[in-house]
């Protein structure tokens, strides 16, 4: 276990539909990476969390956007929900400054737009 | 885009056998790193490769890395049952912002 939780498991929407997912780092974490793995295929870049601060974005539209709190906790947020959006969304924490280097990934939660 | 390709896209073995998966990327890259993905849950990261290193050992992992053809290769000597899995490699580099990108990954199953 690495210590970095995320919510919900799973969730089931609708096109058009707006969805929050949220994720929990590892103490002492203070940046968190989002990626998204449609099935069969490798995670891909969404975005990244500096303290509270977006620090480098994927190739994703404006309809992905996320946050991150004062306790370094994250939110993915993704409106006008698109069939394509279904996947597993990763969120991955790391040690200041190194966020190229070993991240540490929760369970991920899986979406179905229908 | 996707920097890193992994081949084969599946690999089945019988147990204690070794499993040899490669991984080409694109540009010139910072580090390497190898991960694992159990049934689709989240990833557990395996073995980091700096550029200027060439082989790295952790346990029954073995990872090359060859920067001059653009590829690494991750061996698994005496493979077990629980190592059944997907193998991804990623790679950051400059050219991405330092941000990791990863491949579509190797499925390894492992027969007892």
Redesign the interface.
């Known amino acids: 276990e690495t210590g970095v939780t995320q919510s919900p498991t799973h969730l089931i929407k609708t096109r058009g539909q707006q969805v929050t997912l949220r994720c929990s780092s590892q103490s002492g974490h203070n940046t968190v990476s989002w990626y998204q793995q449609a099935l069969g295929q490798g995670p891909q870049f969404i975005f990244q969390y500096y303290r509270e601060e977006e620090n480098g974005r994927g190739n994703f539209p404006p309809r992905f956007s996320g946050l991150q709190f004062p306790n370094y906790s994250s939110e993915l947020n993704v409106n006008a929900l698109e069939l394509d959006d279904s996947a597993l969304y990763l969120c991955a924490s790391s040690l200041p400054g190194l966020a190229e280097e070993t991240q540490y990934f929760g369970p991920g939660t899986r979406l179905l737009v229908l | 885009?996707?920097q890193?390709e992994e081949d084969p896209q599946a690999l089945s073995i019988q147990e204690g056998e070794n499993a040899t998966m490669n991984c080409s990327y694109k540009t010139s890259i910072?580090?390497l790193?190898w991960?694992r993905q159990n049934s689709?849950?989240?990833?557990?990261?395996l073995i980091?490769i700096r550029s200027n290193e060439r082989e790295k050992h952790s346990g029954r992992l073995r990872v090359t890395l060859d920067t001059s053809k653009k590829s690494s290769s991750l061996l698994i000597t005496a493979s077990r049952a629980a190592d059944t899995a997907s193998y991804?490699c990623?790679t950051?580099a400059r050219v991405?912002?330092?941000?990791?990108?990863?491949?579509?990954?190797t499925t390894v199953t492992v027969r007892a």
């Open positions: 885009s996707q890193g910072n580090n790193q991960y689709g849950r989240g990833l557990v990261h980091l991804f990623a950051d991405n912002d330092y941000k990791l990108s990863f491949g579509a990954g």
